[in-house]
């Protein structure tokens, strides 16, 4: 009966955790890569390994900040970022416009321990070291950030221009 219960508990926390995050369509750590293919990203897409123009070392750092608080990258071009979480805090990296990193805050604020499975996004442990490949739009309103709870408040983003 109390296996029954704490199912059912935990069905409806799942349930009410989807409706809060507005029904966002990309993966995050559930296994449905089908659905992270679909969805689209105002900053590019996610990007080939072959195609890899530079790669852009970052380190996230439990002062809220990251090593560099500015990149210019050109539309259409692919970077490798490989980031390095050198705190002893949880940090993320995600990139995204304005209106996806809105979306992601509030998410990160109804699920606060979730685990990243979306191209845009990575969670780093404290030590861990982590990559995004990923092509540039024609897109200029575009950042890197840090949604753990606080972190962003807290100054934890970098601006992305895109050169045309």
Same mark, same amino acid.
């Given at each position: 009966?109390?296996? @029954? ?9 799942? &349930? ?17 890569? +089908?659905? =992270?293919? =679909?969805?689209? $990203? *105002? ?14 070392? $970052? %380190? ?7 090593? =560099? &608080? #500015?990149?210019?990258? !050109? *539309? ?11 705190? %002893? ?13 809105? @979306?992601?805050? @509030? ?7 979730? %685990? ?6 990575? &969670?780093?442990?404290?030590? +861990? ?6 092509? $540039? #739009?024609?897109?200029?309103?575009? +950042? ?8 962003? +408040?807290?100054?934890? %983003? *970098?601006?992305? !221009?895109?050169? !045309?």
């Amino acid at each position: 009966m109390k296996t @029954k219960l704490l199912i059912g508990i935990f069905a409806v926390t799942l &349930s009410i955790n989807a409706y809060a995050s507005g029904g966002h369509q990309s993966n995050h750590g559930h296994g449905n890569s +089908e659905k =992270q293919e =679909q969805h689209t $990203f *105002a900053a590019g897409s996610p990007g080939k390994l072959s195609e890899v123009k530079r790669t852009i070392e $970052f %380190k996230a750092m439990d002062n809220m900040r990251y090593d =560099q &608080s #500015s990149i210019n990258v !050109r *539309a259409g071009e692919t970077i490798r970022f490989i980031v390095t979480n050198t705190g %002893k805090l949880r940090h993320e990296f995600s990139i995204g416009d304005s209106e996806e990193q809105v @979306k992601h805050a @509030k998410m990160m604020k109804a699920m606060p321990g979730m %685990k990243h499975n979306d191209p845009n996004t990575i &969670s780093l442990a404290a030590g +861990e070291t982590g990559e995004i490949l990923w092509k $540039f #739009s024609e897109s200029s309103d575009i +950042e890197i950030a840090c949604h753990v709870a606080g972190h962003y +408040e807290a100054g934890m %983003k *970098a601006d992305i !221009r895109v050169i !045309r």
